[in-house]
């Protein structure tokens, strides 16, 4: 879910939720898959795109997730230097999370 004010968006937690089952998968590179996608339809939802988010928080279960979310970062992001700033954190998280995003986005 995100919240729309004026030109911007600030997300609340986005998790690897399973929109189709209502689950989070076991799997951490699913639960990645899913996170991005979220953000992606987070954004253009509140009617902008990708280059529109200038910062993400990341929350990882496990720091070894980290390339997981690196390598979706790259695909996302491909541009070296137009990618939005990130924060990543290591810390517990709740149910079988291995990730969890917020993000802010600035519409044109």
Known sequence: MGARIGKLVVSSGI??????????????????????????????????????????????????????????WVEMFPDPEDRPARNVKVQELGWNMAIHLELTAVLP
């Open 15 to 72: 998790h690897g939720m399973d929109p189709d089952t209502g689950t989070i998968p076991d799997d951490p590179a699913s639960q990645v898959a899913l996170v991005f996608r979220h953000m992606r339809t987070i954004v253009e939802n509140a009617g902008g795109s990708i280059g529109d988010i200038g910062f993400v928080l990341v929350r990882l279960r496990d720091p070894a997730h980290r390339d997981l979310v690196n390598a979706a």
